[in-house]
């Protein structure tokens, strides 16, 4: 019997990306076991059109209909100034419609909760490419855990095209997490995430 040995011919940079993927599909199926019984194929390919684009004050609003559900994603732009530039940052958040109301309560049905958790996060991927940033901050003030839980998964999506990732500070309002731009310079990375901080607080 001839023994045939495996070679792993893949480059550091390749296996790294394998890496981070492998992680990101444990970290979702860990999330979101826990409330919903989810399909990560359909996570990752649910895309859905945004029915409209509209804003609200300084917020931009895109709604969506996911199997008949309506939920709006959230988009808040603002500016860090110093004294050699700017850096421009979004907050952001999604919330379901109910009655014609906006709520941020988590009442997903567990049949259509990976479409709609899908539609969301790559619904956010694709409107991201339309806006300069350097960081974005997920945060939750009700529904906390819940909230985060999926927020963190959204930020794990993200990860690999960012600096840094600060899951989970505490504010006095609730929770957020914070993604730094890989352009942000690690002079001023500290003094943006101290900013960053003290505006959602």
């Known amino acids: 019997m001839k023994i045939i040995e495996l070679v792993d011919d893949r480059t550091p940079e390749e296996k790294l990306q ?11 199926q860990e999330v979101l076991r826990q409330d919903y019984v989810m399909d990560l194929n359909e996570i990752f390919d649910t895309h859905i059109p945004i029915n409209k684009w509209y804003y609200r004050g300084t917020t931009l609003v895109g709604q969506l209909n996911v199997d ?3 939920f709006n994603i959230l ?19 999604f919330e ?13 049905n567990s049949r259509k909760a990976s479409s709609i958790v899908g539609a969301i996060v790559n619904a956010l991927i694709d409107k991201l490419k339309d806006f300069q940033h350097d960081a974005i ?16 998964t959204i930020a794990n999506r993200f990860a690999k095209t960012f600096r840094f990732v600060i899951r989970d500070v505490k504010t006095n309002d609730g929770i957020i997490t914070i993604l730094i731009g890989k352009n942000v310079s690690q002079e001023h ?13």
């Open 75 to 93: 988009f808040e732009p603002g500016r860090y100034r110093f004294d050699q530039g700017q850096y421009m940052f979004i907050n952001v958040a």
């Open 189 to 201: 990375a500290s003094d943006f995430i101290e900013y960053l901080k003290t505006r959602n607080k």
């Open 96 to 108: 379901k419609i109910v009655n014609g109301e906006s709520t941020r309560e988590l009442q997903f």
């Open 137 to 152: 901050i997920f945060g939750a003030s009700d529904n906390i855990e819940k909230r985060m839980r999926i927020y963190n």
């Open 18 to 28: 394998d890496e981070k993927e492998a992680k990101t599909k444990q970290t979702l």
């Open 68 to 70: 008949g559900e309506l």
